[in-house]
């Protein structure tokens, strides 16, 4: 490593502090600089280079320095960049606030700034909707076990990793978790529609008896990324949407990670053929290029706070709202979408990937490969307690960024991502594999989360 990558390492130990870290890891574990990406590749200030083989945690749709949305950003700099949204408007917040009404089947678009935002908007409206409807005593959630929604405190308390939510305990509304419908707990012989329905059933019993005081269940439709990327069967969120119709219960489908073309449709909700009362994006809605996010809901939720009184709307708001330039890549992203035909192109990159990871999934180690789209994942049997740091390094070593969440390794790459990339990665995993398997009794420190 050249003086001058050590100098930006030293820089940023001594003036940031780095997220879902523990800092005093990183005496050891060297922070990487990058310098500039394109594409599929980031690159260091030594001129190394890494497949971004997590799209940048998960936020990079089309890969870095995308030329059309990085021109779209450019003209919008030239007449606005930014204006406050609170009695005011503008053309790109207008413009995209009917695309996604007109994608997602639902109305009036609430803007935030990042995921976690957009989980606490969906809650506070809910529970505001059912106080303006005389309905008062509906002030809790219910979420499925492992959910993640984000990390502030609303988002935190939806939010089922003890990691982020076990020392913020005292600070949090207790709420309802109810079993997740993963299909690895399936048992012998049971399909992961079985597994789907089992877990509604426990979810139709606790509806049944707290409907009364729930305001709404949250989910992340089809993968619950932090959980390991929890894949379940479409049929949960079928019955969910019955079941929520049946209690007055609100649906929440959380596609921060997963809308955008992620599990192999524009919306993950989309594969259940339902519609949710809440949509919260965020993530690949600028295509990784600047901060957003949104929460859509119905109009019967909108005319609930639409009224003469001004504590009957809703208040909540953020500096940022709206952005300009944020609503201008936005739009991009879908003009992308729409007139690149990128989820029929996703459909063969995904086949190609699944055929070459097939050396991946017969690896002896590895337990439960699956895959959702443009999501792939697997876990590995190791007794290594720093496996996910020790995968971490090793992949980095040779040019791949990839970090495994506890001992389940996944894929989530950008939709450019090649076949000599994949070739790459595929290689590269199944060497890391078997050096630290090779070794797999080694000791180290238990892992730090590399979600």
């Known amino acids: 490593m050249t003086q001058h990558s050590q100098d930006w390492l030293a820089r940023s130990r001594a003036a940031v502090w780095h997220p879902c870290t523990q800092m005093k890891r990183h005496e050891t574990l060297p922070i990487v600089p990058i310098a500039r990406a394109d594409g599929i590749w980031l690159e260091d200030f030594d001129g190394k280079r890494y497949i971004d083989a997590v799209s940048s945690w998960w936020v990079n749709l089309f890969g870095h320095n995308q030329p059309r949305i990085k021109q779209a950003i450019k003209d919008q700099l030239d007449t606005l960049e930014h204006v406050i949204l609170a009695g005011f408007t503008h053309q790109p917040v207008v413009e995209l606030s009917e695309k996604l009404a007109a994608l997602s089947g639902l109305g009036h678009a609430f803007y935030g700034s990042d995921g976690a935002s957009a989980t606490e908007i969906a809650l506070k409206m809910s529970f505001h909707y059912w106080r303006n409807i005389g309905q008062s005593g509906k002030q809790r959630f219910v979420s499925l076990e492992n959910s993640y929604h984000g990390e502030t405190a609303g988002a935190l308390a939806v939010t089922d990793v003890p990691l982020f939510s076990t020392t913020y305990a005292p600070l949090l509304k207790e709420n309802y978790r109810v079993p997740c419908p993963d299909s690895r707990l399936a048992a012998d012989g049971e399909s992961a529609e079985a597994v789907a329905l089992r877990a509604a059933d426990a979810l139709a019993a606790l509806l049944h008896e707290k409907h009364h005081e729930i305001a709404a269940l949250i989910v992340e439709p089809l993968v619950q990324g932090a959980a ?201 995993t199944c060497a890391v594999l078997g050096e630290l398997l090779a070794g797999s009794a080694a000791s180290g420190r238990p892992d730090s989360p590399l979600p």
């Open 228 to 428: 390991g990327m929890a894949m379940y069967h479409p049929v949960y969120l079928q019955r969910a949407r019955t079941l929520c119709d049946q209690y007055q219960v609100h649906l929440i489908a959380d596609e921060i990670a997963v809308g955008f073309g992620r599990t192999g449709t524009l919306f993950a909700y989309q594969q259940a053929g339902i519609t949710p009362d809440f949509l919260c994006l965020s993530k690949g809605i600028t295509g990784g290029y600047l901060p957003l996010s949104c929460v859509l809901t119905t109009d019967t939720v909108y005319q609930a706070f639409y009224d003469d009184e001004i504590s009957r709307g809703f208040l909540h708001s953020h500096s940022y709202t709206g952005n300009a330039l944020a609503c201008r890549a936005a739009l991009t992203v879908l003009a992308i979408f729409e007139e690149e035909a990128v989820l029929a192109r996703n459909q063969d990159t995904a086949a190609n990937f699944t055929r070459h990871l097939a050396r991946v999934a017969a690896h002896p180690a590895v337990r439960h490969f699956r895959q959702q789209g443009m999501i792939w994942a697997f876990d590995v049997d190791c007794k290594r307690p720093d496996f996910a740091v020790a995968f971490f390094s090793g992949m980095l070593a040779r040019g791949c960024l990839v970090r495994p969440i506890g001992k389940t390794v996944y894929f989530m790459p950008p939709y450019i991502i090649e076949e000599a990339h994949m070739l790459q990665l595929v290689d590269s």
